[in-house]
């Protein structure tokens, strides 16, 4: 190799000494290189692709646009738009809200204390008075929702299964039928609606670190898919995705011996990002940042029902209404479970990843 390959090869491959104080380097047996840092264990280039592309975790993150006040001429508009949504667009949603909330408890607690003993018909106007309320709030975002498909009607042995960014999906979909869904138990004043005014359309709730709910959840489920009550609702993925991935289904919704419905939800970002993340902003302040923007804008599609195929699994039936959703809906689709994001990695996995890693940089030195 001539000279001056050698010092180009040199310049490729730096040495980890220039990186390091002079004292600190006794007698080096040879030059210790990049490439042999990342040869100490697997583990770096595990982590090294981690960092890189990492699949998971951006399905829970909110994928800011790019900015596009960013010159004097353009910046002025935009202060201009700020002054509009908050001084003018939002007084008015609240005080449309507001007026929503009067209509709706004037009505609600009559029919709900009244008509004790005539159950279908009290059954009846709730599911309305609900579908009027979430009617409303759309109308605070100025939701823009267009539905494709036929509505959904009440009819046994069925349930409907959506792909979930917010707790607005229930929402949408709630304004143009009254859904039982199944949902994680909210504090506040969502946990108080919950316990209120959604359990009298059959809404089912959960805790999801509670072990025993599953088996409870599971029989009501069953319950409720065979019984003559509202149309049932289940989020498969279990937790709000940012709408450009899609996460595992779970299989709960598809070993009910019943007809599953899709239906796929696609929001535009153009004026805000529907995506609500739990754990950084709380349901009330994302009601505030839809209600401050332009316009909340959304496509539901309900799609052809699907029952299970002949030697069929109920993990491969959801894996093929994963796929018509996904398609239709444009989400990208990833073999991630969603629950994975409220758990962290076992002690185990930990020190056995510890042990390996030290193992090798062991290993690796006394090769040195």
Not at 142 to 154: A, C
Not at 163 to 176: A, C, G, P, R, V
Not at 228 to 244: A, R, W
Not at 321 to 333: E, F, H, N, P, Q
Request: aromatic share 12%; net charge positive; glycine share 6%.
């Amino acid at each position: 190799m001539s000279g001056a390959e050698s010092s180009e090869l040199d310049l490729d491959r730096l040495n980890i000494e220039d990186y390091l104080p002079r004292e600190s380097i006794q007698e080096p047996r040879g030059k210790l290189i990049l490439r042999d840092l990342l040869d100490i264990s697997p583990a770096l280039t595990e982590a090294a692709g981690a960092i890189v592309d990492d699949s998971f975790t951006r399905c829970f993150k909110s994928i800011p646009p790019e900015p596009w006040n960013w010159n004097i001429y353009l910046f002025p508009l935009w202060c201009f738009g700020v002054v509009i949504r908050y001084l003018i667009l939002f007084p008015a949603r609240v005080i449309v809200l507001t007026i929503g909330w009067i209509i709706f408890l004037s009505l609600y607690i009559p029919v709900h204390t009244l008509l004790k003993g005539q159950d279908e018909l009290r059954k009846k106007l709730e599911r309305g008075l609900v579908e009027l309320i979430c009617s409303f709030f759309v109308a605070s975002w100025t939701g823009v929702i267009k539905y494709h498909g036929p509505k959904p009607s009440m009819r046994p042995n069925q349930v409907f299964v959506a792909n979930h960014t917010s707790m607005i999906d229930f929402i949408i979909l709630e304004q143009m039928t009254a859904f039982a869904v199944i949902m994680q138990k909210h504090p506040g004043w969502v946990g108080l609606l919950q316990s209120t005014i959604l359990e009298s359309v059959g809404c089912i709730w959960f805790n999801r670190s509670e072990a025993k709910d599953r088996e409870i959840v599971a029989r009501k489920l069953r319950e409720h898919v065979h019984g003559n009550n509202n149309p049932l609702l289940i989020f498969p993925e279990g937790t709000c995705v940012n709408n450009h991935y899609s996460v595992m289904f779970k299989k709960g919704a598809f070993e009910l011996g019943c007809t599953v419905c899709p239906i796929a939800i696609k929001y535009n970002k153009i004026f805000v990002d529907a995506f609500w993340n739990s754990r950084k902003q709380s349901f009330t302040m994302h009601l505030l940042q839809l209600m401050t923007s332009w316009a909340v804008v959304c496509d539901v599609w309900y799609m052809e029902p699907q029952n299970l195929k002949s030697g069929e699994t109920p993990i491969q039936f959801a894996e093929r209404v994963r796929d018509m959703i996904s398609a239709r809906a444009g989400l990208k689709k990833v073999p991630w479970d969603g629950y994975l994001k409220y758990s962290r990695p076992s002690p185990k996995l930990t020190e056995s990843k510890h042990q390996s890693f030290a193992e090798s940089i062991f290993r690796r030195l006394k090769e040195k």
